[in-house]
């Protein structure tokens, strides 16, 4: 059942390919050159170039409307086309018969049952390949015996003219007998054309029906997705590009043998490199053949990315999603530098230089997948030295590879813009992965302290800040060398946009960020240092634990209602809220503050002095329908709210939201 499901699938897909390859003629200009109307020629009037672009649209949002219908609708239209080309061919091969005339009549010689007899098997061959083909679209004729009689009157039809050449080879009217011919296929053809232009008004309408209420159901988003999976997109993309590669290596070499000499054996002849040159300049000269090349750039993108996900021992799907983010940058990189309209030598080196781009991205997209691994692996104080190495080995080699490529690009290119991204991007990432190892080896040391180290988590706070800021600034250096570039050698409204989304993305979103961090950590530090320190007598008489982190309390901060917290552990709860973990009153009460919160908190007071022991009642819409305060289970809640990624204690989990 597997294979057969296959094949369907590779039916599918090659149904696909003829629209996508005239598309590529369209934009290569070279759309059935034979043909006068239809062949671009440079000395044009502007008449005729608007006629010529009128024909061009509209053939391609033809081949555009073939390639979005169903695999049965693309059948018929296909079918439909076969029996006009045999129709045709009929024609033209049914011209001679005159000539055949001709021949007898002026060099009085017999009749030439050769070229009779070729041209009697080539019209029983068209004739019987138009018949089957009419009668599998005929599903509503009732009878076989009808479809046999109308089947034998085509066929006739088709052997008309060498029936009348036996019968009568001097007839008058013989030039005739050929459109004669064409008279009972034609009528079949109108008829199906008929009804085509029915089922065709039938179909819009149902279309759009069929749109409208699915784009009010799932969006626009989700109907794209669904018709993307539908039309088998990126499949039908890379046999494209496949196919296309092929065939131009097969014009390629036949051309560069044919300027050889025939003596020489034609796999010694060929000149290999030129051909593989000229090869990939014409793989991606318009846009369905970069999207064709975008496809098989992501195809093997993701296979990479499954393959160091299994390595990194990752099993999430974002990190299998490579493939994804390569072409997108890839086909982002082909708009932005416009390769399709750039010479071909030109094109070759724009090309390798998008390529260095985009592994440096993907070097970026390691490092996102990583980076979390190796935090959970710090955090949870695993044993298991074999997923410490693999993971350890992947920085290794996201440091070595930026190096290599920089020092062979710096030896052997003199600087550019072009370079000067590469290199940012390189540098970017390799102070990355040094910021992620020196976590990671804080929170290793940390793991084998016997005591709590409170001042870890200023550490950390620290590296990353200044891992941030370091990408801040390439974020600004890259955006003040794509407008260099866009102002002195390549603008373009694509690259403009790119940069819009840079500056909001990369710079503004980030200082943003950035910003909201440093002040809520410096009101957090505020807050707490309003707090007074618990002395040592006062925790020994305690011997309790912090109720956040649940580890000694080797020095504590004492809130206002008199709770024992870890500075730190403190600090990073104010992050979330004012409230206290365990009896949910104002920690920090400044000179502002309002009216109603102060009467909150005195009624809370009030209450709790009425039931000492119990928990003050929680105001607002949470008042209603909750159940009975436990502290026991409240401090446990406490520590699993804070552990579900909203807050994260410093010596538990060791990943810092900051």
Same mark, same amino acid.
Request: aromatic share 14%; hydrophobic share 45%.
């Given at each position: 059942?597997?294979?057969?499901?296959?094949?369907?699938?590779?039916? /599918?897909?090659?149904?696909?390919?003829?629209?996508?390859?005239?598309?590529?003629?369209?934009?290569?200009?070279?759309?059935?050159?034979?043909?006068?109307?239809?062949?671009?020629?440079?000395?044009?009037?502007?008449?005729?170039?608007?006629?010529?672009?009128?024909?061009?649209?509209?053939?391609?949002?033809?081949?555009?409307?073939?390639?979005?219908?169903?695999?049965?609708?693309?059948?018929? &239209?296909?079918?439909?086309?076969?029996?006009?080309?045999?129709?045709?061919?009929? %024609?033209?091969?049914?011209?001679?018969? @005159?000539?055949?005339?001709?021949?007898?009549?002026?060099?009085?010689?017999?009749?030439?049952?050769?070229?009779?007899?070729?041209?009697?098997?080539?019209?029983?061959?068209?004739? %019987?390949?138009?018949? =089957?083909?009419?009668?599998?679209?005929?599903?509503?004729? #009732?009878?076989?015996?009808?479809?046999?009689?109308?089947?034998?009157?085509?066929?006739?039809?088709?052997?008309?003219?060498?029936?009348?050449?036996?019968?009568? $080879?001097?007839?008058?009217?013989?030039?005739?007998?050929?459109? &004669?011919?064409?008279?009972?296929? *034609?009528?079949?053809?109108?008829?199906?054309?008929?009804?085509?232009?029915?089922?065709?008004?039938?179909?819009?309408?149902?279309?759009?029906?069929?749109?409208?209420? *699915?784009?009010?159901?799932?969006?626009?988003?989700?109907?794209?997705?669904?018709?993307?999976?539908?039309?088998?997109?990126?499949?039908?993309?890379?046999?494209?590009?496949?196919?296309?590669?092929? =065939?131009?290596?097969?014009?390629?070499?036949?051309?560069?043998?044919?300027?050889?000499?025939?003596?020489?054996?034609?796999?010694?002849?060929?000149?290999?490199?030129? &051909?593989?040159?000229?090869?990939?300049?014409?793989?991606?000269?318009?846009?369905?053949?970069?999207?064709?090349?975008?496809?098989?750039?992501?195809?093997?993108?993701?296979?990479?990315?499954?393959?160091?996900?299994?390595?990194?021992?990752?099993?999430?799907? /974002?990190?299998?999603?490579?493939?994804?983010?390569?072409?997108?940058?890839?086909?982002?990189?082909?708009?932005?530098?416009?390769?399709?309209?750039?010479? $071909? /030598?030109?094109?070759?080196?724009?090309?390798?230089?998008?390529?260095?781009?985009?592994?440096?991205?993907?070097?970026?997209?390691?490092?996102?997948?990583?980076? @979390?691994?190796?935090?959970?692996?710090?955090?949870?104080?695993?044993?298991?030295?074999?997923?410490?190495?693999?993971?350890?080995?992947?920085?290794?080699?996201?440091?070595?590879?930026?190096?290599?490529?920089?020092?062979?690009?710096?030896?052997?290119?003199?600087?550019?813009?072009?370079?000067?991204?590469? *290199?940012?991007?390189?540098?970017?990432?390799?102070?990355?992965?040094?910021?992620?190892?020196?976590?990671?080896?804080?929170?290793?040391?940390?793991? %084998?302290?016997?005591?709590?180290?409170?001042?870890?988590?200023?550490?950390?706070?620290?590296?990353?800040?200044?891992?941030?800021?370091?990408?801040?600034?390439?974020?600004?250096?890259?955006?003040?060398?794509?407008?260099?570039?866009?102002?002195?050698?390549?603008?373009?409204?694509?690259?403009?946009?790119?940069?819009?989304?840079?500056?909001?993305?990369?710079?503004?979103?980030?200082?943003?960020?950035?910003?909201?961090?440093?002040?809520?950590?410096?009101?957090?530090?505020?807050?707490?240092?309003?707090?007074?320190?618990?002395?040592?007598?006062?925790?020994?008489?305690?011997?309790?634990?912090?109720? &956040?982190?649940?580890?000694?309390?080797?020095?504590?901060?004492?809130?206002?209602?008199?709770?024992?917290?870890?500075?730190?552990?403190?600090?990073?709860?104010?992050?979330?809220?004012?409230?206290? $973990?365990?009896?949910?009153?104002?920690?920090?009460?400044?000179?502002?503050?309002?009216?109603?919160?102060?009467?909150?908190?005195?009624?809370?007071?009030?209450?709790?002095?009425?039931?000492?022991?119990?928990?003050?009642?929680?105001?607002?819409?949470?008042?209603?329908?909750?159940?009975?305060?436990? #502290?026991?289970?409240?401090?446990?809640?406490?520590?699993?709210?804070?552990?579900?990624?909203?807050?994260? $204690?410093?010596?538990?989990?060791?990943?810092?939201?900051?």
């Amino acid at each position: 059942m597997e294979w057969k499901k296959k094949l369907e699938v590779l039916w /599918e897909v090659t149904l696909r390919l003829p629209p996508i390859f005239v598309m590529d003629c369209i934009l290569n200009k070279s759309f059935l050159p034979g043909f006068t109307l239809f062949q671009y020629q440079p000395s044009m009037s502007w008449l005729e170039y608007i006629l010529w672009i009128f024909i061009m649209t509209f053939v391609f949002a033809l081949a555009v409307v073939v390639f979005l219908l169903s695999t049965s609708q693309i059948q018929d &239209i296909y079918s439909f086309t076969a029996m006009v080309t045999f129709l045709m061919m009929s %024609y033209t091969w049914n011209q001679g018969i @005159p000539t055949l005339a001709e021949n007898q009549s002026s060099t009085h010689h017999s009749h030439d049952f050769y070229d009779l007899t070729q041209n009697a098997v080539t019209q029983l061959f068209l004739a %019987y390949s138009f018949s =089957y083909i009419w009668m599998l679209r005929q599903r509503t004729l #009732p009878r076989t015996e009808i479809k046999a009689i109308i089947s034998l009157g085509m066929m006739t039809s088709f052997m008309f003219p060498a029936i009348v050449y036996l019968v009568c $080879p001097n007839c008058e009217y013989l030039s005739w007998v050929p459109v &004669i011919s064409m008279v009972g296929p *034609t009528f079949a053809i109108a008829i199906e054309v008929f009804g085509s232009v029915r089922a065709l008004v039938w179909t819009f309408r149902q279309a759009y029906n069929v749109i409208k209420i *699915t784009l009010s159901a799932i969006g626009i988003q989700g109907f794209v997705e669904h018709h993307w999976i539908r039309l088998q997109v990126p499949k039908v993309l890379r046999v494209f590009w496949i196919t296309r590669l092929f =065939y131009q290596l097969t014009l390629l070499c036949v051309e560069d043998y044919s300027q050889r000499d025939e003596s020489q054996h034609l796999l010694y002849s060929l000149d290999y490199y030129s &051909i593989v040159i000229r090869l990939f300049t014409q793989s991606c000269e318009n846009y369905i053949a970069m999207l064709g090349m975008t496809s098989v750039v992501s195809y093997f993108a993701h296979h990479v990315g499954v393959f160091l996900a299994f390595c990194v021992g990752s099993d999430s799907e /974002e990190d299998r999603n490579m493939g994804t983010v390569s072409a997108i940058l890839f086909f982002i990189l082909g708009l932005q530098t416009g390769l399709t309209g750039l010479r $071909p /030598e030109v094109r070759l080196a724009r090309l390798c230089k998008n390529f260095c781009l985009l592994l440096t991205a993907i070097s970026h997209f390691i490092h996102s997948m990583i980076h @979390p691994i190796l935090m959970s692996l710090s955090a949870s104080q695993s044993s298991n030295v074999v997923r410490h190495l693999r993971v350890l080995s992947m920085c290794v080699f996201l440091l070595t590879f930026p190096t290599c490529l920089l020092m062979y690009l710096w030896s052997n290119y003199s600087i550019s813009t072009w370079l000067l991204s590469v *290199t940012a991007f390189s540098v970017e990432v390799m102070f990355k992965v040094i910021i992620s190892l020196t976590v990671y080896a804080l929170f290793l040391f940390d793991a %084998y302290r016997n005591t709590f180290w409170e001042g870890l988590d200023d550490y950390v706070y620290y590296i990353q800040s200044t891992g941030n800021t370091i990408e801040f600034l390439f974020g600004i250096f890259l955006f003040c060398n794509g407008a260099w570039i866009m102002v002195f050698e390549s603008g373009g409204a694509i690259r403009a946009f790119m940069m819009c989304i840079h500056a909001y993305c990369n710079i503004w979103v980030q200082a943003k960020n950035g910003w909201q961090v440093f002040t809520k950590r410096r009101t957090a530090v505020n807050k707490i240092n309003s707090l007074p320190q618990a002395s040592k007598s006062e925790l020994e008489s305690l011997n309790d634990v912090c109720a &956040i982190c649940y580890h000694e309390l080797n020095n504590a901060r004492i809130t206002r209602c008199q709770h024992y917290f870890h500075g730190v552990c403190l600090r990073k709860w104010l992050y979330v809220q004012d409230n206290c $973990p365990l009896c949910h009153k104002l920690i920090y009460a400044p000179e502002n503050v309002t009216t109603n919160a102060q009467e909150n908190n005195n009624q809370d007071e009030y209450e709790e002095d009425i039931n000492p022991g119990a928990m003050a009642p929680i105001h607002g819409e949470m008042a209603a329908g909750q159940p009975q305060f436990n #502290p026991v289970i409240e401090r446990q809640q406490v520590g699993r709210r804070l552990n579900n990624g909203t807050f994260q $204690p410093a010596n538990t989990l060791r990943v810092h939201q900051d």
